[in-house]
């Protein structure tokens, strides 16, 4: 049986001072008008000036080596950094692939000169990255993917198709997964490798899918002879799933599998009390003590990222009992606070009611659906 | 985790394993004294421990001591550990040394002891304890008392779980002759709820690890369609619904625990039991559920910590009082807002009322 205890990190008093600089940033941002507070902020909230602001704060590959624009700081200062940005629901969503992933993805796997190109443009706040995973035939059966590489003179020819890419209309790149020798059914895994493919390519076609209301964050990303040139090849021809699942630890655990409709609790927290409803806020309070225990959880697992440990089975929990609660918020609130829930409310419960709702059944899909998730973690215990 | 916490929990996992079985549990049930259990965690020092050796005490902390529960809670161990080793820690504070017998204990500021008839009601372990650390009003003053049960008629009763929770009758109780000590009301009864509801949250989080574990084992055994059933998605997703509620109440009680160590402890008191009574009526459904009708009877002995779980989830408080109560704090004195609350180090203090 598994060991399920995980480190407790307490925050130093240097980080909470820490936290009090991040915060009093980020509200004094919003006050002057910079940005509002949304639901789902880091999937949906794109600004360009927020990213460049927390670039220039030093907020942004904040754990890197200084010589590529990082600061050197600990994945504890880093937590912060992110839980602030999602407690505040600040549109982050331009540069939060890229400082969650593929900048850790470039230190772990990348050229010197991939790391020299790519990182210190990230740092700033000024090159966004998109993920390309998942295709229209190959959701959760990931290692099915079609999209193919072939070897060309001086780089790679790619063909194929990306769907659900978050944000490809304001990336500048893609991590691109693609197979790279021919599917085989004995080694399912192997055969395919990450491509950095630059967006503005020739033989690039970004369209649109519109979310269920009608918002634009998703996009069809079709690759047709598109061509990458060596260098831009990450990590190992034929290590691709490997490079690939390590980049989900860091996608699995985060506190945006807590956070995403934070700023709807805390509004509705502010209503009860100035109501003076007790009983009411003591339901809420139950969310909130939920939400309390998966976020050491997950502050555990950022710990154990920062010493190299092994983290998918607890990644999965986190992001398993996160998604859920984020659900759990909406449903709570809409029988403690009457609503009308309406995206173009000026009233602010309305809205984030609204966008809660609304965006809601992204949480247990996007990253890996609860299902996968849970196969993952009944291997792990079943083992 | 030290390497002394490591011998502690290596070593008591073993006498646990060894010592407590399904007929034991039983047993005790049926009211008897499971004596042998008893005398072997006496002689391991571990009814002691956290209490100085100059007191007879085994020494070490309390994150030991709650480390010992977590693997009571886990085997059920059918004997009043919880309530002794509590108990002994009450009477060190006050420089009495420690006896090794069965102690329970009892926090109540409702009523008030004059003597010399008096009946202490739903006493956990009452009728196998030797003697009762009894925490509450005693001739109109706030007082910790230690009452010997020798000569106490016990009414008994039980609760879900099958744990003694007996009415002691005492008849004439010379009240001056008893060993007793003024104290400081709010802060004691502070610390009583402090370490009961640690002690309990740390034996509920080692009951759901035995649930997760006796639910993995019997879904790789038990075969149906000709396979085991942990082969079928809808048996997987059980089995991870119950890891992912055991590994965040184990995130609640050890950040708890390691506040209470460092003397920080304030809102994550109620905030993990919250969490952890939640969870074990979550765990000990789906367990049921996965274990199918063998599950049900009394020859499996699954519903020895299910019932456990559904017991203790209401002891200390369970998740509804604690959340009225910090409610209420927070209506009264918060100025913060929620995620301030949620982030800061020193927030206001929940206090403690008369609810053990």
Redesign the interface.
Known sequence: ?KN???P?V??TAEQ?EF?KTVRQFLLSERERGTFQTHADSWMSGYSYEVSKKLGAQGWIGMTWPKEYGGQERSAIDRYIVT?ELL??GAPVAAHWFADRQSGPLFLKFGTEEQKQFFLPKISKGECYFSIGLSEPNSGSDLASIQTRAEKVEGGWLVNGMKTWTSGAHHSHYMITLCRTSPKDEKNRHGGMSQFVIDLAAEGITIQPIQFLTGEHHFNEVFMDNVFVPDNRVVGEIGNGWEQGMAELAYERSGPERILST?PL??ET??YL?EQ?D??G??????L??????????SI?VAQMLEEGEDVSL?AS?VK??GTKLEQAVAETVRLLVETKPSVTSERLIDRLMAESVLHGPGFTLRGGTT?I???I??????A | MSEMLEYIVDATNKILKKNVTKELIDASEQGEWSGKLWNTLVEAGLVSIGIDEELNGTEGDAIDAFAVLRLAGKYAAPVPIFETIIAGWLLADQQVETTYQPTSFIMDWESDLTGPEFVLKQVPWGRHVSQVVYIGNVNGRAKLILLPTADAEVKQNQNIAGEPLDDLHFRSIDMEALTQFEVEKEDLAEKVLNIGVLGKSAMMAGAMEQVLELSVFYANERQQFGRPIGKFQAVQHHLAALSSETAVVLAALNYAVASFEDGTIKEELPLAKMKISEAAGAVAGIAHQLHGAIGMTHEHQLHQVTRRLWAWREDFGNEMHWAKKLAKEYVDQNELTLWDFITEEKRGNVHAGSII
């Not at chain 1, 806020?281 to 139950?286: D, F, G, N």
């Not at chain 1, 973690?377 to 079943?382: E, H, N, Q, S, Y």
Request: aromatic fraction near 6%; glycine fraction near 6%.
């Open positions: 049986m399920l205890d995980l407790v307490k925050f909470n936290r839980e407690a505040i934070f609790l805390q927290v502010e009390k003076n007790v009983s806020l003591a339901q809420a309070l139950q909130v003590s939920r939400m309390w225990s998966l976020r050491n959880m555990g607890a929990l398993d009992l299902e998730l849970r196969g973690v009944a291997k792990g215990v079943l």
